[in-house]
T-cell receptor, first 113, second 112 residues
Framework: ETGVTQTPRHLVMGMTNKKSLKCEQHLGHNAMYWYKQSAKKPLELMFVYSLEERVENNSVPSRFSPECPNSSHLFLHLHTLQPEDSALYLC????????????FGPGTRLTVL | GENVEQHPSTLSVQEGDSAVIKCTYSDSASNYFPWYKQELGKGPQLIIDIRSNVGEKKDQRIAVTLNKTAKHFSLHITETQPEDSAVYFCAATIRPANNLFFGTGTRLTVIP
């Protein structure tokens, strides 16, 4: 176990649904990340939070909305998704947002029907 | 931005043989190159990394080499074991920054 947990592990939703992904880190880290992992494509960084403030947003569609209420928790709120949003969503954390190793959670497998 | 290419996409080796995975990067300013291993149902885990001021780094059966002139770096696994079977990702970034640019992954299968 890496100390980063994600729930749920699997999620199936319709295009009109609203759902949320949750990530929790038990490592005392200060930075958290959301990545999207699609088949045969590189991992794509979506959002970076440092000390609960968003520091990077890599042009992600507004149907993905992150929330970081404290340094241990990170959410990804989903609404009106498209089938092409189906992917594995990975959360990661690091002690320092600029220089430290990122530790990944197991991911949430999302399927949009 | 940085573009990382990774080859091969799949690799099968006999147990005990060596495996080599290669990556190239486009931005000569990149200075940090981690390698991640992703097992089925798990997130990627860092297995080794190298900084641009070093040409080679070794950790037991795993080694990474870096050629800054050619802008490529490689992962070498010796004496492979079935538990080495996984998907391996290379990445590159310019420190200080933590926006990792990943390759597309190599699925390694070690045949007992």
């Amino acid at each position: 176990e890496t100390g980063v947990t994600q729930t749920p592990r699997h999620l199936v939703m319709g295009m009109t649904n609203k759902k949320s992904l949750k990530c929790e880190q038990h490592l005392g880290h200060n930075a958290m990340y959301w990545y999207k992992q699609s088949a045969k494509k590189p991992l794509e960084l979506m959002f970076v939070y440092s000390l609960e403030e968003r520091v990077e947003n890599n042009s992600v569609p507004s149907r993905f909305s992150p929330e970081c209420p404290n340094s241990s928790h990170l959410f990804l709120h989903l609404h009106t998704l498209q089938p092409e949003d189906s992917a594995l969503y990975l959360c990661a954390s690091s002690h320092d947002p600029l220089t430290d190793t990122q530790y990944f959670g197991p991911g949430t497998r999302l399927t949009v029907l | 931005g940085e573009n990382v290419e990774q080859h091969p996409s799949t690799l099968s080796v006999q147990e005990g043989d060596s495996a080599v995975i290669k990556c190239t990067y486009s931005d000569s300013a990149s200075n940090y190159f981690p390698w991640y291993k992703q097992e089925l149902g798990k997130g990627p885990q860092l297995i080794i990394d190298i900084r641009s001021n070093v040409g080679e780094k070794k950790d037991q059966r795993i080694a990474v080499t870096l050629n800054k002139t050619a802008k490529h770096f490689s992962l070498h696994i010796t004496e492979t074991q079935p538990e080495d079977s996984a998907v391996y990702f290379c990445a590159a970034t310019i420190r200080p920054a933590n926006n990792l640019f990943f390759g597309t992954g190599t699925r390694l299968t070690v045949i007992p």
